[in-house]
């Protein structure tokens, strides 16, 4: 049976880790995946990305989203 405290309106969410690559602004750090408006109960933990402020990129080790860091 679907516990309805937690499945309903599961379509105002993003579908978790759908995007491989995700560009952030130094603004938006620290970021964390999943990200903001995904929908974590099929999701993985919520962890910090490590991504270096000199233009750099970081690999979510759980579900490979490449999170970018824009110039």
Same mark, same amino acid.
């Given at each position: ?31 964390? %995946? ?25 690999? %979510?080790?759980? %579900? ?8």
């Amino acid at each position: 049976m679907v516990n309805p405290d937690t499945a309903a309106n599961q379509n105002a969410f993003n579908q978790p880790n759908a995007k491989t690559a995700i560009e952030v602004k130094s603004e938006d750090l620290p970021i964390h %995946c999943p990200v903001a408006g995904s929908s974590l109960w099929n999701s993985h933990p919520r962890i910090y990305i490590p991504v270096n402020e000199n233009g750099g990129e970081a690999k %979510c080790p759980y %579900c490979g989203t490449i999170f970018k860091l824009l110039g």
